[in-house]
T-cell receptor, first 117, second 114 residues
């Protein structure tokens, strides 16, 4: 079963506009973390923002904010004032514990964002 | 720059061969994770080490193995390589192994098997 679902394979946004990238997740663990990463065409994975399952407030990091709706199991990324440099693939990920005390990140399939002039 | 260093950046090798990918975590990070990114499988978790001990295992093939050394650097060994092993291999590190710790990724090693 898909644990992280990103339903938008591709998105377009005009420069300076805001854009929301959708992410829903599925877990029965009460303790988990949600992450967003950016992967530009050069390939590196850049950490953007984190939300803990017990956090009461939505996480924000500069132009990035995470719209966390726990009951709906959604963790949408909002990018305000889009810039050309925001064009990239964006991945939503969930960290869960595994047997033995470790943990792992499970990634969605990604959303390709293109910022246009 | 995330502070996680992976070498080499690119690797081209033939089927049947063995390669070693190296990862140096951020200073102070005890956990190291390996991920594989391929076109058909997406980003897949392979294995996690914490302070030298294996802590979590994902969809890692028996032909693949990893270890974390006392200086906390890690190596991923891939043997009997097949064309399907061609992928981008990422290492990530975090301070601890709690679920709320951020994981920072290296730039990846792009492996091409010909």
């Amino acid at each position: 079963a898909q644990k992280i679902t990103q339903t938008q394979p591709g998105m377009f946004v005009q420069e300076k506009e805001a854009v929301t990238l959708d992410c829903t997740y599925d877990t029965s663990d009460p303790s988990y973390g949600l992450f967003w990463y950016k992967q530009p065409s050069s390939g590196e994975m850049i950490f953007l923002i984190y939300q803990g399952s017990y956090d009461q407030q939505n996480a924000t990091e500069g132009r990035y904010s995470l719209n966390f709706q726990k009951a709906r199991k959604s963790a949408n990324l909002v990018i305000s004032a889009s810039q050309l440099g925001d064009s990239a693939m964006y991945f939503c990920a969930m960290r869960e514990g595994v047997t033995g005390g470790g943990n792992k990140l499970t990634f969605g399939t990604g959303t390709q964002l293109k910022v246009e002039l | 720059d995330s502070g996680v260093t992976q070498t080499p950046k690119h690797l081209i090798t033939a089927t049947g061969q063995r390669v070693t990918l190296r990862c140096s975590p951020r200073s102070g990070d005890l956990s190291v994770y390996w991920y594989q990114q391929s076109l058909d499988q997406g980003l897949q978790f392979l294995i996690q080490y914490y302070n030298g001990e294996e802590r979590a295992k994902g969809n890692i093939l028996e032909r693949f193995s990893a270890q974390q050394f006392p200086d906390l650097h890690s190596e991923l060994n891939l043997s009997s390589l097949e064309l399907g092993d061609s992928a981008l291999y990422f290492c990530a590190s975090s301070v601890g192994q709690g679920r709320d710790t951020e994981a920072f990724f290296g730039q990846g090693t792009r492996l091409t098997v010909v």
